[in-house]
């Protein structure tokens, strides 16, 4: 079945950097868009990033936009985000998803990663 799993989540200080990993399994990744998704309490999860199923496209939140970057390695069936000057208000659960089209769609999701930015 679809698995996908986050991992290099942390507690880091603002302007720093991390860089999150999904790694899937259960399907072809390159028969699909990814996409990094983040949510905190409260709060409906909401889009960060996504990648086309080549790595061509991508497309980013404004509130990331110029700090944030995902890719792709089809040969590894992973895909990456990484963050650079971290701020606060960018602490959240992260979550990785598959089957998706642009922003919208995305049917299978992982457990999540927590990234914590204090100032």
């Known amino acids: 079945q679809v698995q996908l799993v986050e991992s290099g989540g942390g507690s880091v200080q603002a302007g720093d950097s991390l860089r999150l990993s999904c790694a899937a399994s259960?399907?072809?990744?390159?028969?699909?868009?990814m996409g990094w998704f983040r949510q905190t309490p409260g709060k409906e999860r909401e889009f960060v990033a996504s990648?086309?199923?080549?790595?061509?496209?991508?497309d980013y939140a404004d509130s990331v936009k110029g700090r944030f970057t995902i890719s792709r390695d089809n040969t590894k069936h992973t895909v990456y985000l990484q963050m650079t000057s971290l701020k606060p208000e960018d602490t959240a659960v992260y979550y990785c998803?598959?089957?998706?089209?642009?922003?919208?769609?995305?049917?299978?999701w992982g457990q999540g990663t927590q990234v914590t930015v204090s100032s």
């Open positions: 259960g399907y072809t990744l390159s028969n699909y868009g």
């Open positions: 990648i086309s199923w080549s790595g061509g496209t991508t």
């Open positions: 998803g598959t089957h998706g089209t642009g922003r919208l769609g995305f049917k299978y």
